[in-house]
C-alpha cells in the first residue's frame, strides 16, 4: 500500500474540484451534469488500479465495481462499500479550493472567505489539537460529504488491488448520485452491485457508527385564499399567509431542528412562499419512533381539518410523501454483527467507537428496506451543507485503514 496519506488526501482534493451539487429543481437524472463526470473519473480510477468490471452505468446513475476475493474461498458473503457523488445544494459547490491546516493550535480558523471556524461555536474542533484539518476558503462548502468517503473507498481499494494486498473476501463498490435530495438510490441496481451485506461510509467523526436513523416524511402544505379589496375585506377576506401562520402555529414549537437532539423528532418548515391568496409551505417531518412518525403526520391532517372547518373547505391541503424509514428495523437483531465487527476493528485501531442514531438519513435505509442491510460507517467531517465544514486528515487516514480491516474480517 502507498502513503494513504497522500493518497487519500490527493484523491479527496481531485474529486473536490467537480462541482457536484444536485439539484431539487432539475428533471434530468443524475440532477447535474457533474455527477456524472465526476462517475466516469472514478470509474476510470477503479479501472486503473485493476477492479477490471468498473464502470458508470447512466441507467443508474451508478459506479460499481468489484474486487475479486483472495482468500480461498474462506469468506462466503460479499461485502459492499458505498458512499454518495453529490454534495448539498444548500451552499455552494463550485470552484472549492482546498485549505490545510496542519498542526492545529485549537483556536480559530479565519478563512479567506470571511468564514471564521470557531471552538467557541464548534467545541468538538478541541479534539483535532496538534491534527491536520481540512476546510474550503469560506466560499463554499468543503464537499467531505461525501468525498471523504469516496476518497477512503478508493484508497482502500488500492490496498486491496495491490500485489501485497492482505487476504479478504469479495468486496463490492458503489458510488451514487442525488443522495442529498433523496432521489439517487430509486434506481440503484442490487443485482449488479451483488452484495449480501453493506456499509455506506457517509458519517461524521471518527469513531461514528450508525444504524439507527429517522422515518422520514416531507409535506407540501397549500392553503388557498380569497382577495378583496382591503377597503371592502371585512367578512370576505381569507388571508391564505395568515391562515398559513395559524397552521404553523398549530405544530409544537418544541418539536422544532433547533429545540431537538438525540432521538427526538422534529417538523421543519424549510420553504415558506406565498400571498393573500395563495400560500405554500414544505416541511419536513422526521421520527425515529414509527409510532410518532405517524402521529406526526396525522397531526398534519388534524390541523388542516380544524381550519377547514373555520374558513371553508379546501383552505388547506396536506400532501404527505414518505420518503425513507428507521433502517434498525431491518438490521436488529439479524444484523448487529456489522455493527459489532465495525466496532472491533475500530477499538484494534485504537479508536473508541460511538454508536449513536442519526439525525438524518442515508442510503443505506432505502437498501436496509430493499433487502441489503447497511449501516453507517463515519467518513470523518463536521459541519456538513455550509461553509463552516471541515475534515480531519488524520481521521482520513484511519478510516481507510477501518475499511481495510472490515474487508479482511470474513464476514
Same mark, same amino acid.
Given at each position: 500500500m502507498k502513503d494513504s496519506k497522500d493518497n487519500v488526501f490527493s484523491r479527496f482534493a481531485r474529486y473536490a474540484a467537480v462541482e457536484t451539487a444536485s439539484s431539487e429543481e432539475s428533471s434530468s437524472f443524475p440532477s447535474t451534469p457533474g455527477q456524472a463526470v465526476l462517475a466516469e473519473l472514478l470509474a476510470e480510477e477503479l479501472r486503473t488500479l485493476g477492479a477490471a468490471d468498473a464502470a458508470y452505468d447512466p441507467q443508474s446513475g451508478c459506479v460499481y465495481a468489484h474486487i475479486p476475493a483472495n +482468500? #480461498? *474461498?474462506?469468506?462466503?458473503?460479499?461485502? @459492499?462499500?458505498?458512499?454518495?457523488?453529490?454534495?448539498? /445544494?444548500?451552499?455552494?459547490?463550485?470552484?472549492?479550493?482546498?485549505?490545510?491546516?496542519?498542526?492545529? +493550535? #485549537? *483556536?480559530?480558523i479565519r478563512l479567506p472567505g @470571511?468564514?471564521?471556524?470557531?471552538?467557541?461555536?464548534? /467545541?468538538e474542533m478541541k479534539n483535532y489539537i496538534g491534527k491536520t484539518l481540512i476546510t474550503s476558503d469560506g466560499t463554499t462548502l468543503l464537499g467531505a460529504d461525501d468525498k471523504a468517503g469516496i476518497a477512503e473507498i478508493m484508497t482502500m481499494a488500492e490496498a486491496l488491488l495491490s500485489e501485497n494486498a492482505p487476504l479478504h473476501g469479495r468486496i463490492a463498490i458503489a458510488f451514487t448520485p442525488d443522495e442529498e435530495i433523496g432521489g439517487g438510490i430509486s434506481r440503484f441496481d442490487l443485482e449488479r452491485f451483488g452484495a449480501d451485506i453493506a456499509y455506506t461510509v457517509d458519517g461524521g467523526a471518527l469513531g461514528e457508527l450508525e444504524y439507527e436513523c429517522f422515518n422520514?416524511?416531507?409535506?407540501?402544505?397549500?392553503?388557498?385564499?380569497?382577495n378583496i379589496h382591503t377597503g371592502e375585506a371585512k367578512g370576505k377576506m381569507k388571508n391564505a399567509s395568515r391562515i398559513?401562520?395559524?397552521?404553523?402555529?398549530?405544530?409544537?414549537?418544541?418539536?422544532?431542528?433547533?429545540?431537538?437532539?438525540?432521538?427526538?423528532?422534529?417538523?421543519?418548515?424549510?420553504?415558506?412562499?406565498?400571498?393573500?391568496?395563495?400560500?405554500r409551505l414544505e416541511y419536513l417531518i422526521r421520527d425515529h419512533d414509527?409510532?410518532?412518525?405517524?402521529?406526526?403526520?396525522?397531526?398534519?391532517?388534524s390541523a388542516a381539518e380544524a381550519l377547514n372547518e373555520?374558513?371553508?373547505?379546501?383552505?388547506?391541503?396536506?400532501?404527505?410523501?414518505?420518503?425513507?424509514?428507521?433502517?434498525?428495523?431491518?438490521?436488529?437483531?439479524?444484523?448487529?454483527?456489522?455493527?459489532?465487527?465495525?466496532?472491533?476493528?475500530?477499538?484494534?485501531?485504537?479508536?473508541?467507537?460511538?454508536?449513536?442514531?442519526?439525525?438524518g438519513g442515508t442510503d443505506g435505509a432505502n437498501l436496509s428496506y430493499r433487502g441489503l442491510p447497511c449501516p453507517n460507517l463515519c467518513a470523518g467531517g463536521h459541519n456538513f451543507h455550509g461553509r463552516y465544514?471541515?475534515?480531519?486528515?488524520?481521521?482520513?487516514?484511519?478510516i481507510v485503514?477501518?475499511?481495510v480491516a472490515l474487508a479482511c474480517t470474513g464476514m
Open positions: +482468500d #480461498g *474461498g474462506r469468506t462466503h458473503r460479499t461485502l @459492499g462499500f458505498i458512499s454518495h457523488l453529490d454534495t448539498s /445544494p444548500e451552499a455552494s459547490g463550485k470552484d472549492v479550493r482546498l485549505q490545510l491546516h496542519p498542526d492545529y +493550535d #485549537g *483556536g480559530d @470571511g468564514v471564521v471556524i470557531s471552538p467557541e461555536v464548534f /467545541p422520514a416524511a416531507t409535506a407540501m402544505v397549500t392553503v388557498r385564499g380569497v398559513a401562520l395559524a397552521f404553523d402555529a398549530a405544530l409544537p414549537a418544541s418539536d422544532r431542528p433547533e429545540n431537538t437532539e438525540g432521538y427526538e423528532g422534529f417538523f421543519h418548515l424549510s420553504s415558506v412562499s406565498g400571498e393573500v391568496e395563495l400560500c414509527r409510532q410518532k412518525f405517524e402521529s406526526r403526520k396525522q397531526l398534519m391532517l373555520q374558513y371553508g373547505p379546501g383552505t388547506v391541503t396536506v400532501e404527505l410523501k414518505d420518503t425513507y424509514y428507521n433502517m434498525k428495523d431491518k438490521i436488529s437483531p439479524d444484523y448487529m454483527f456489522l455493527i459489532d465487527r465495525a466496532g472491533e476493528c475500530m477499538e484494534a485501531l485504537g479508536v473508541k467507537p460511538r454508536i449513536k442514531p442519526i439525525r465544514e471541515y475534515c480531519c486528515l488524520e481521521s482520513m487516514e484511519t485503514k477501518l475499511l
